[in-house]
Structures are given as C-alpha cells and as structure tokens.
C-alpha cells in the first residue's frame, strides 16, 4: 500500500509492549488512561524472528544531493536504505548498503545517501537484515525528506525548540505522549533545529509526580531514566527513553533533525575540568561523563562527525540549506572555561574556545546566504546564575561594559558589523519560556555592533519557569515574553513552546513566529533581506 506522511505513524513505528529498553526492563509505549506504567521484565534481545527497528528512523544533514538515515535494531543485523521519489516506491527505487549494527555502537548505526536530486521529496525505506542470511529481513520502516534546493524561489521553513523529558516530566500517557511533536510533524517543516537538552541524563524520571492541583502525573519509566546517568549503557538508555514516544517516532520519519548539545545531556551546568560534588555520582570527573554522553549523542542522532573514527568529532558546524539559509551550530559547553562571576577583563577561552570563535567568524564571513541564523545553545543577554554567585551562560548581570564571557560574544559583533555580514538572527532555547528579544547599540554600554534579534523557544517538554532578568550590556529589549508564573510547573499546566522560521522564496522576507502546543501563533517578527542590522 501506498506510505503516506501521515501513515508514517503507522504500525512500522509502533513500539510493541515487551520492547527491550535495557538488559532487564522494559515500558509499554502507552498505557491506559489513568494508569501508571509498570516496568515488565523482558530479555535485552529476543534471538529468534527477523531484525526489526522498532524505535523508528531518522534523517539528518540534508544536503542537495545528500543525506544521512539512522535507525537501532532490535539485534545483529545489516542496514539497507531504499530510496525512491515515489511514495508506493512502485519507479525509480535505489538501493544503499548501510553497516552492520552492532554492540560496539548499541545496534545503532547510519547511512549516508547520495547522488540524490535536489529541492526534491526523498522517500525511503529502511530494511535490516540477518548478518548471517541475507534471506531473513525485517519488516521495512519508512521515512521522507526533503533535499536542499538549489534555486532561491522555493520557501524554507523550519522549527526550534530544546529541552525534552526535563525535571521528572517524561512520556505521560494519560496524555498521549509528547504530542507536540504530532503538532509540530503537521507542520511539514524542512526540518528541526533541536537547540539542546535533548535528553536529561541528570534528571531521574519517576512512575508518578504529584501535582499542584492535588492530580498526578504519570510517567513512563525505564530502568536507565530511574537514577542519574553515569555509564555509557545509561546514557544510550536515556536517548532510547525518548524514542518509546510514538508522536517523536512519527516526527522524527518525516522531519530532518539538526542537533546541538547543552548541559543536560551530561550534567547540569557542567564545564571541561569540573569535579563533581553530588552524592548521586559515583563518577566524580565530568570529562569522563562527557565523554559517554558525546558517543551516545552521535549512536542515536544522524550525525556523522560524531561516530566512530575521527580525531575529534565537533558538535559546531554549518548546515546550508541553499542559497536562502545557513544554519551555524554553536556548542557553547565543550571548550568553556569554568562558570564563575564572569567579571574578569580578559577572558581569551570564554564560552567559545578561541578555535570555535575564529571559525564562526571565518565562516559567517564566507557565507553568501541571504539569512545566517546562529543556533546558540544558550541565551546571550539573559541572566542565568549557577548558585550564589557563578553565572553559567554569557550575561552575568552587570550592566556595564563587557567582562568575562561577554568579551567572546562583543568580539564576535563587533566582527559581523565590521565585515557587513548581512541577514543574522539568533536562536536559542536552555532557560524554558520563550521571548523575543532585540538587541540595539543606542540602548547598550559596548555599542560596536549592529542591531539583531534573539529569539528563545522551548522547552519543548519539560518544566516551565518564569522569565529571567536581562543584563543590559548589548542594550537587550524585550519585544514579546510569555513564560510559566511558577517554577517547574509540568507540561500539562505549562504547554510546550517552539518557534518557527519561515523564508519566502521570491522576497526572501523572514518571518519568525513563536508557536504554544495548541495555542497557535503567541508572536510574529517578518525581517527583510541584505541588512547587517534589523
């Protein structure tokens, strides 16, 4: 039968009750209404049958003529991606031989497509084989993209948001999952900007929380997501947690995924160096973390630099999606230095690295797109303490000239205005409420820049928190800011936030609009074309 989009959320995709999540325990994808989840004891990986990819695919780095597709067995097996431009894939129906799926990388593994028409619908079907007879394949899953246009008259849109399965709210079933990523899917994006906290690995997720209003919230639970995460088998645990959603399962075929990291997919506010005094770790060093949750993010995102056999592989990099659109991918947390008042007058490693920042402004000055959206993991201008007196991103609250980490981020604006870069907005997500915030030289103490706007998305799912005060050294204005009244209120008293960025073709106007699950548009900024400042 023909694969729809919309039949993507079909039976290929469903995770079946008894699904190994770890070596001893496993979750049903939803229970009942008003039933709490109860963890069922299966074997890690069931021998006899056929391969199946019951935790669904993925696509990511779309380019014109490429693209990379994930998937997990349920075993040993070989990955095999067909593709074709058919839906039916009744013509034109390539054939790509993927690795094999293995231990060594969690039964996770990538295929790298290429040769593929541009600005075009790719489908495609993921089919694992036996290792050991090519004969016993499993039932195929299905996926679709869209490859990166060549011409500037067709539109391009997207969406961002960050921070999944945070402050013990997880996969509810009373409420049907994550269903902001089945609104989000019905958006048809190009594809996804996930702007960090992708997992929580510090953060445990338990059967049932009580709520305010004296109701409770129920979770699924796996034995991974029931203690803060330490091994490489937790972390790998705590990204397959995510995917017993159906309504993420179903995104994820439809929708490419741009990821970046934060603090959560390791610790919170952690930092190169840092030694951590928590009694929940038994591994104290939080080098060693990062380094299990790095190879746990590149098994389960399509991400290829960060798989096996690189020197280093980096999470910042440029996505080009045609001449309408770069997307540079900061990682503010791998060569930070430690968090602290953020008040001394040089600070050469920042937030940045000296490395990174020389590359961003390399290659902002290379750029030839009409838009350069900066996807920054966390805010520039908003105070975000860690503790009683260290500040953990960029802004620390004294509103004068830059110090600390702001030293990175002025010399980097003061770059853009410098080389005339045109057409550069911020993303960003971390801080849970979203905001949209203009930044302008007559408002500021450091005024060598030209004027931009930051806009702030998410959490896509987990707690909500009130709006946080702005440090006025960029001179940052708040034009739109809509956030939870209480801290840590839960997702069904605080609805999930993303945003939305769409370019249009023939104008190349771009319009940025902040979205609530289930409230439609909360805000909307167009910008025009060739301007170093809006």
Known sequence: MPHTR???????????????????????????????????????????????????????????????????????????????????????????????????????????????????????????????????????????????????????????????????????????????????????????????????????????????????????????????????????????????????????????????????????????????????????????????????????????????????????RVMRYGPLLDVFVLDMRTYRDANSPGRQTEDPIGILGPEQLAWIKRELSRSRATWKVIAADMPLGIVVADGATDFEAVAQGDPGTPLGRELQIAELLRHIKHQRITGTLWLTADVHYTAANHYAPERAAFRDFAPFWEFVSGPVGAGGFPAGKLDATFGPETAYVQSAPLANMSPSENPPYYGEVEIDGSSGELTVRLRRQGGGVLFTRSLQPGRVGQ
Request: proline fraction near 9%; aromatic fraction near 10%; charged fraction near 25%.
């Open 6 to 316: 919309r039949s993507l959320l079909g039976g290929s995709l469903a995770v079946p009750v008894g699904l190994a999540l770890s070596g001893a325990f496993a979750a049903p994808a939803l229970a009942a209404p008003g039933q709490t989840p109860v963890p069922v004891p299966v074997p890690a990986f069931t021998r006899a049958g056929r391969p199946g990819a019951p935790w669904g695919v993925q696509s990511g780095e779309i380019t014109a003529h490429s693209a990379t597709v994930w998937t997990r067995s349920d075993r040993p097996a070989r990955m095999y991606v067909e593709t074709s431009p058919s839906e039916s894939f009744r013509y034109g129906v390539r054939h790509h031989r993927g690795p094999l799926l293995g231990p060594a990388t969690d039964f996770t593994g990538t295929t790298t497509l290429r040769e593929l028409p541009p600005g075009r619908q790719i489908h495609y079907r993921v089919v694992l084989c036996d290792p050991d007879d090519p004969r016993r394949t499993g039932e195929p899953v299905y996926g679709t993209f869209r490859t990166t246009p060549v011409s500037r008259s067709r539109d391009v849109r997207f969406l961002w948001s960050g921070d999944l399965a945070g402050q013990g709210w997880g996969i509810n079933p009373d409420l049907g999952g994550y269903r902001v990523f089945e609104e989000m899917r019905l958006r048809d994006p190009d594809f996804f900007l996930f702007s960090g906290d992708t997992i929580y690995a510090d953060g445990p997720i338990q059967a049932s929380v009580p709520l305010r209003d004296g109701s409770t919230w129920h979770n699924v639970t796996t034995e991974e997501k029931s203690k803060v995460a330490e091994t490489l088998a937790e972390f790998r645990g705590n990204f397959r947690y995510n995917l017993l959603d159906r309504n993420l399962r179903g995104f994820n075929a439809q929708v490419p995924v741009l990821a970046q990291w934060d603090d959560h997919e390791v610790r919170n506010n952690w930092y190169p160096g840092q030694v951590i005094d928590d009694p929940r770790y038994t591994v104290r060093d939080v080098d060693t973390l990062a380094a299990r949750a790095r190879q746990a993010f590149g098994e389960y995102f399509p991400v290829t630099d960060l798989r096996g056999g690189r020197t280093e592989g980096r999470m910042y």
